[in-house]
């Protein structure tokens, strides 16, 4: 694998045709994407965007909050050998005009009627850039992708090398304008590629993306995952997480150390409030948790008593937290700032 077209390629080509790849909440029902759909959706996303002008080089900003459509486009791009440009789902129309000025995008693909405004207020200024929406409808002068007629033939995927620049990410531009990084194919498989043997995801897990697909962090999870034949389901936002965990049931949670420093304060803050023997007892189960744990990190094993006592404070104690977190997780994954030590 040495491009993210190889990675698109692997992922259609050695997972079973009818397994559930990604997955997202559509009113009180979900809506289910499988491998060959995937496959399917991304290549058609493929020859509509060429059909609209979309060349090998080519930037293509793409103004989506998290949903299975994110990665459709990313990798049609990928076909195309073209540049995806995410841009953060709720920037106002400054910023969006801004960034697609400065990447030299002339098209600008959206979802969500909100969005679909503030991106026509975005490009009013911009001569040469088109709005088009992923979905049909969403304003009067968006037309929608999917009412595009398909070619009859697929579009010719260009020559595409490691080196080739993949995708333009923007900073958040906390000191100034936000500053394009230039990341290459080369770049993204190798974090995939390294990281992959680290972690044992397979086809089974279940896992939540509700970290900005616009930044690096999520995207490259989700690479990781999608590798793995993961199923992925979409969140809207980290807001809504704490509602959704029960459902989903993920196997495998992947966030910032925010969440998590909010789920140790709330667990913490209630055993605290509790007082007595409860607190006392859950309190001696973290200290049984943490000394097997430091007994592993030194490449040790904890002696058969402190296992048993481990394995009772699970039974009894964390299984009541694991339950609040849908009773499947195997193992976070955090990132993008430093996790405190006790958390």
């Known amino acids: 694998m040495r491009t993210l077209r190889d990675l698109f390629e692997l992922v259609v080509s050695t997972l079973p045709p009818h397994k559930e790849l990604q997955r997202m909440r559509a009113g009180q029902e979900w809506r289910t994407v499988t491998v060959r759909e995937f496959e399917r959706a991304t290549r058609a996303t493929a020859a509509r965007l060429a059909q609209l002008g979309v060349h090998a080089g080519d930037r293509v900003a793409l103004f989506v909050e998290n949903r299975p459509e994110w990665h459709w486009v990313d990798f049609a791009c990928h076909l195309l050998a073209a540049v995806p440009v995410p841009l953060y789902a709720t920037l106002p129309a400054s910023q969006v005009s801004y960034i697609v000025a400065d990447s030299g995008a002339r098209l600008l693909l959206v979802l969500g009627r909100e969005r679909a405004r503030v991106a026509v207020e975005a490009v009013r200024s911009l001569p040469g850039v ?3 929406g992923i979905d049909s409808g969403l304003h009067p002068e968006v037309p929608g992708l999917g009412d595009m007629p398909l070619p009859k033939e ?4 260009p ?5 080739d620049l993949a995708s333009l990410i923007y900073t958040s531009g906390t000191t100034g304008e936000p500053k394009g990084v230039m990341l290459t194919h080369a770049n993204f498989v190798s ?35 999608l590798r ?9 936002s980290i807001e809504r997480v704490p509602t959704q965990l029960p459902e989903i049931r993920p196997t495998i949670m992947v966030s910032v150390p925010r ?4 789920s140790y304060i709330k667990i913490i803050s209630k055993v605290r409030q509790e007082g007595g023997a409860r607190r006392r007892l859950f309190e001696w189960a973290l200290r049984v948790g943490r000394e097997v744990r430091e007994a592993e990190w030194r490449g040790q094993r904890a002696s058969a008593f402190l296992r048993g006592q481990l394995n009772f404070a699970r039974r009894r104690i964390f299984s009541k937290v694991l339950e ?3 009773g499947r997780l195997r193992f976070c994954i955090s990132g993008g700032a430093p996790l405190a030590h006790e958390v």
Do not use: K
């Open 130 to 132: 088109r709005v088009v």
């Open 154 to 157: 697929a579009p010719v995927s």
């Open 159 to 163: 020559p595409l090398a490691p080196s």
């Open 191 to 225: 974090q995939v590629e390294s990281a992959t043997p680290l972690f044992p995801i397979t086809r089974a897990d279940v896992v939540m993306s509700f970290l900005p697909l616009s930044h690096v962090y999520e995207r490259t999870v989700d690479y990781i995952f």
């Open 228 to 236: 793995a034949g993961a199923q992925i389901t979409y969140v809207e």
């Open 259 to 262: 969440l998590f420093e909010r």
């Open 324 to 326: 609040r977190m849908g």
